[in-house]
């Protein structure tokens, strides 16, 4: 999956044209008008694209997929904490995950290590956990802090610890001869497509703590969500998330099962906002 970031000096906002974002935004209101109540005017539209610029500067980040903003909008209007001040917090949401994708990016380009870095929507689906839980109950201030702590020192560590094991590799590789081929079939192994017993082999050790913990991490927290039974549960979402990624940082990095399972919800949002924009278009009977 190509990464959707980068630090290039270019127009922050891409291909896209301002006005076709605002459309994108504004292409929104037909599901949360008939979900739950709420739209956002052309003025609060280009008050959000305004923030996501400014954001977006300030991280030196240059957006070269899909917008982001309506993604949020469908992803947090389920939790029941934007209702108050609309525009206000989905401008806040979009400028926070910037701001937490600016830190991801530091070390990104810091590690170099292009195959480990975390997609959009594994992000966004981080932010939302920590949104909706206990520990933040909508606050966005502390959304941010949880994941700057829990998700960006997560991936601190998981690419500290990949740089650590290139770098071992790489000094056995330059050992005695015996070494070198004992190194040159682990090589060997790793590029070879994985058969059950090769597999085993190498996970054997962690094979079901893994396992156990992606489904736990990635796993439905919706008791912890309610802060009637989250006393009950045995701890909250950013709690266990934080043991998890304390014991083990590659947990951080969710299945691709699970990315396929976002990338697709993502689409049917888009398909939504599409349909809604024909809509429109035939309803004024020109283009937006």
């Not at 700057?148 to 590789?173: D, N, P, Q, T, Y």
């Not at 701890?235 to 266990?240: F, H, L, P, R």
Request: glycine fraction near 4%; charged fraction near 30%.
């Amino acid at each position: 999956m190509p990464m959707d970031f980068s630090l290039l000096a270019a127009d922050p906002f891409g291909a896209l044209s301002t006005a076709e974002r605002k459309n994108l935004i504004l292409a929104t209101n037909r599901d949360a008008w008939t979900s739950y109540g709420l739209q956002l005017t052309p003025e609060e539209s280009e008050m959000i694209l305004q923030t996501e610029k400014r954001a977006l500067d300030a991280e030196n980040l240059v957006q070269l997929g899909s917008d982001i903003t309506p993604r949020i909008i469908h992803l947090f209007l389920p939790s029941g904490y934007l209702g108050q001040h609309y525009a206000l917090r989905v401008a806040e949401l979009t400028a926070a995950f910037y701001r937490i994708k600016g830190s991801l990016q530091a070390l990104y380009d810091e590690a170099d290590d292009p195959e480990c870095f975390l997609s959009d929507n594994a992000l966004l689906d981080y932010m939302y956990r920590f949104f909706v839980s206990p520990n933040c109950a909508g606050d966005i201030d502390e959304t941010v802090t949880l994941t700057e702590r829990i998700i960006v020192g997560g991936m601190r560590r998981l690419l500290e610890a990949r740089a650590a094991k290139r770098k071992a590799a790489a000094a056995a590789f330059q050992g005695d001869p015996v070494t070198r081929a004992l190194y040159a079939d682990l090589r060997q192994l790793e590029t070879d497509e994985p058969g059950y017993d090769t597999d085993y082999e190498r996970e054997l050790y962690d094979y079901k703590y893994r396992e156990a913990m992606h489904t736990d991490v990635f796993g439905n927290y919706a008791e912890d969500y309610d802060v009637e039974t989250a006393a009950y549960t045995r701890g909250t979402y950013a709690e266990e998330l934080e043991e998890a990624l304390r014991r083990n940082p590659a947990l951080l990095l969710p299945s691709a099962d699970m990315e396929a399972e976002w990338e697709q919800r993502a689409e049917e949002w888009e398909e939504l906002d599409a349909a809604a924009l024909a809509e429109q278009k035939r309803r004024n009977g020109k283009e937006l």
